[in-house]
């Protein structure tokens, strides 16, 4: 062969070969890589398992993100979104598989389940755990900066002093800003009492003055920089907050707040179901749950994943507050056409 003959049929080679690999492209390209689509809440998964979860199965979880189980239903009931995986909670669980918005998981698929504490599974808003594998739980309350708030931090009420105007931060999250108002007035979470519901409005309007924001996830970094003095969030979140900067502490009021349970959803008609289940295996892996909620500061259902946490996380009171801590609290629960009093409730609180 002389040399132009040579190069021309190395090239031929090069060319031939390169362009049967694109057109094999399901097996490394884009377009068709394995992919599972997470709509997850904010800082909720520790990145690194993505990474990990993707080298053991060539699985790419690709993530976005919600503030509030509304913004999610929202998305997933208009219809026009791709997800695989979400994690709604309890209330929004019960509510998302009687409007038969969930698929039923496929156990088969998810032999880690075994690993899920049995206090976390069949509980009421999904008695056969058919559509949920239990994630995270937790509790709502009140995180404040122990510089500016010198008095003792145990009941709703402090969210009302005009002392801190302009120094609290409310939830913008309908269910979870109704309750504190509720629970300060020492009704139930769930009420479906017109007039208890106007109450709870009229004194979040009260309250309004005295308000710096009402957001969700910005809430850290503001606490943290020391912009704001109390702030209603979820424990997870106040564990990781406080992590930051130790003069945060966080309190759960005396009069009772809402203790919640996030689930592993798969809604139907997901296109990559199967894809989501090994990762909800992945994810119940005790090592994995363990590294999970270390990052991300929540309160793990899982048992041995529990067991490997070090002493002083197992008895923060924080991530795993006592009963007597709970006493008064609840589960939300679906409330049904009535959730409709409560949306218009906020809207007008929001608009005033
Ligand atoms: C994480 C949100 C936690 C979910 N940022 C509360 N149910």
């Known amino acids: 062969m002389n040399k132009a003959r040579k190069i021309i049929s190395i090239l031929c080679i090069v060319v031939i070969t390169s ?4 057109g094999c492209s399901f097996l490394t390209g884009k377009g068709n890589t394995k992919v599972l689509n997470l709509y997850n809440w904010g800082d909720y998964l520790d ?3 993505k990474v990990k979860f993707e080298k053991e199965t060539g699985i790419k979880v690709i993530e976005d993100t919600y503030e509030t189980n509304e913004i999610m239903y929202q998305k997933l009931k208009s219809g026009n979104s791709d997800y695989d995986l979400i994690i709604p909670s309890d209330y929004m669980i019960q509510k998302m598989s009687k409007e038969n918005l969930l698929s039923k998981i496929n ?7 075994k690993n899920i504490d049995e206090k976390f599974t069949d509980l009421p808003f999904d008695p056969k755990s058919q559509y949920s594998v239990p994630y995270m739980w937790g509790t709502v309350g009140i995180i404040y900066n122990k510089k500016t708030v010198k008095e003792p931090v145990d009941s709703w009420n402090i969210l009302w002093n005009s002392k801190y105007k302009g120094q609290i931060i409310m939830t913008d999250s309908v269910r979870d800003a109704m309750a504190v108002s509720l629970k300060r007035l020492g009704y139930s979470i769930n009420t479906k009492n017109e007039n208890e519901i106007t109450q709870a409005k009229e004194e979040l309007i009260k309250q309004k003055p005295l308000v710096l924001a009402y957001i969700v996830d910005e809430v850290k970094d503001l606490m943290v920089r020391e912009e704001a003095s109390l702030a209603v969030v979820w ?12 003069n945060l502490a966080y309190a ?3 009069e009772g707040t809402n203790k919640w349970f996030d689930g592993l959803c798969i809604p139907n008609g997901a296109k990559h ?4 289940e090994a990762f909800i295996n992945f994810l119940l892996e005790p090592e994995n749950a363990k590294q999970n909620v270390e990052y991300i500061g929540y309160s793990t ?3 041995p994943a529990f067991d490997l946490l070090d002493n002083e996380t197992k008895e ?10 709970l006493q008064n609290s609840e589960v939300f629960v679906d409330l049904g056409d009535r959730l409709k009093i409560y949306d218009d409730a906020w809207l007008e609180i929001k608009s005033k």
């Open 19 to 22: 362009s049967f690999f694109s």
């Open 47 to 49: 990145p690194e398992l």
């Open 107 to 113: 156990y088969n698929n998810v032999p880690n389940f």
């Open 235 to 246: 424990s997870g979140d106040a564990v990781t907050m406080m992590e930051r900067n130790e």
């Open 252 to 254: 759960i009021p005396k």
């Open 273 to 276: 179901k199967a894809e989501a």
């Open 301 to 303: 259902s899982n048992k």
């Open 316 to 325: 923060d009171p924080v991530a795993y507050p006592s009963e007597e801590a």
